[in-house]
């Protein structure tokens, strides 16, 4: 059975500019715009936001039961400090990429450890030097 993140992103997104970027999010690797500092640490920022929305999932998944140890492959995200990792990010409220990333990681199996979409790999080894985590 696979679960699909595109309702799960509407609801956290409902308020949230910039709805229209899934159908255009590539991967920061290939992003034009990635020699902006600023683009990219929002970018970033939305991506741990995402990858924090997956965990959620897969540890409170309706149909297996809560389980603590699923996403386990995802939790390095709740230990990244988004006030110093990314500074320069632009406002959640002015932007936000995170109903995007949901968007392009798209569905995924319920036993299936972190999102599989080509994005997720390319943005999480792309952010890695900008992460700095909770002491």
């Given at each position: 059975?696979?679960?699909?993140?595109?309702?799960?992103?509407?609801?956290?997104?409902?308020?949230?500019?910039?709805?229209?970027?899934?159908?255009?999010l590539?991967?920061?690797?290939?992003?034009?715009?990635?020699?902006?500092?600023?683009?990219?640490?929002?970018?970033?920022?939305?991506?741990?936001?995402?990858?924090?929305?997956v965990?959620?999932?897969?540890?409170?998944?309706?149909?297996?039961?809560?389980?603590?140890?699923?996403?386990?492959?995802?939790?390095?995200?709740?230990?990244?400090?988004?006030?110093?990792?990314?500074?320069l990010?632009?406002?959640?409220?002015?932007?936000?990429?995170?109903?995007?990333?949901?968007?392009?990681?798209?569905?995924?199996?319920?036993?299936?450890?972190?999102?599989?979409?080509?994005?997720?790999?390319?943005?999480?080894?792309?952010?890695?030097?900008?992460?700095?985590?909770?002491?």
């Amino acid at each position: 059975m696979a679960i699909a993140l595109p309702a799960m992103a509407a609801a956290l997104t409902a308020d949230m500019p910039n709805e229209d970027k899934a159908a255009t999010l590539i991967p920061l690797s290939a992003d034009p715009k990635a020699d902006d500092a600023a683009y990219v640490q929002t970018r970033c920022r939305d991506f741990v936001q995402a990858t924090i929305a997956v965990g959620m999932v897969l540890r409170s998944n309706p149909v297996t039961g809560r389980d603590e140890k699923r996403g386990d492959s995802v939790r390095w995200a709740l230990e990244v400090d988004t006030v110093k990792s990314f500074p320069l990010a632009s406002p959640m409220k002015e932007t936000s990429f995170t109903k995007a990333y949901l968007d392009a990681f798209g569905g995924f199996e319920i036993h299936q450890p972190q999102p599989t979409a080509t994005i997720y790999a390319q943005d999480k080894t792309f952010c890695a030097p900008l992460l700095r985590f909770y002491e």
